[in-house]
């Protein structure tokens, strides 16, 4: 079983709002990922979260914050988000980081709409 | 800068045909290298990984790996439309450097 699941699958919010998306995955897998992918552009990284530590991408604006509550759970919480944050975001996990060659399992992903 | 360069495409080739996506790589270090393949508004989805040089076969697809000349392939044989997507190269460092994707359209 590979499967990653996250919640929602759709997200409309206004530039004020706070949300948070949900990524889970039950394979026993030691590194999570959050990816952010713009229409017709390749996924691009936003943070890894591996045997309990927590590497970010400094491109990355604060107004995006990773919160990983255990092992299969990653959450990313959002706060005053722009219109050009709009993107599908990505939920990944390998059975352990990628820099050893491990495969990345991507979930369905949450389609982002900021207003 | 590490990068992963792919031809953007579209690739068209009718149904039944052999579809080959191509790929090179700037970082010498890169060790394991994969195939993902994404519908319009869905996730990638792996097809193949590849970690040694030479051909490594599945079904359908191939995929292929020359680190001297650092450049990995993926062909696809007796191609379906249901195989028209994007394919996506990625090479892993430290992380997944991903190509910007070839999109395959095959037609009946």
């Known amino acids: 079983d590979t499967e990653v699941t996250q919640t929602p699958k759709h997200l409309v919010m206004g530039m004020t709002n706070k949300k948070s998306l949900k990524c889970e995955q039950h394979m026993g897998h030691r590194a999570m990922y959050w990816y952010k992918q713009k229409a017709k552009k390749p996924p691009e990284l936003m943070f890894v979260?591996?045997?309990?530590?927590?590497?970010i991408n400094e491109s990355v604006p604060s107004r995006f914050s990773p919160e990983c509550p255990n092992s299969s759970l990653l959450n990313l919480h959002l706060h005053a988000l722009q219109p050009e944050d709009s993107a599908l975001y990505l939920c990944a996990s390998s059975q352990v980081p990628t820099g050893g060659g491990e495969t990345q399992y991507f979930g369905p992903g949450t389609r982002l709409l900021v207003l | 800068q590490k990068e992963v360069e792919q031809n953007s495409g579209p690739l068209s080739v009718p149904e039944g045909a052999i579809a080959s996506l191509n790929c090179t790589y700037s970082d010498r270090v890169s060790q394991s290298f994969f195939w993902y393949r994404q519908y319009s508004g869905k996730s990638p989805e792996l097809i193949m990984s590849i970690y040694s040089n030479g051909d490594k076969e599945d079904g359908r697809f191939t995929a292929q790996l020359n680190k001297a000349s650092q450049y990995v392939s993926l062909l696809i044989r007796d191609s379906q439309p249901s195989d028209s997507a994007t394919y996506l190269c990625a090479a892993g460092t430290d992380k997944l450097i991903f190509g910007t994707g070839t999109r395959l359209q095959v037609f009946p």
């Open positions: 979260y591996s045997y309990e530590k927590l590497s």
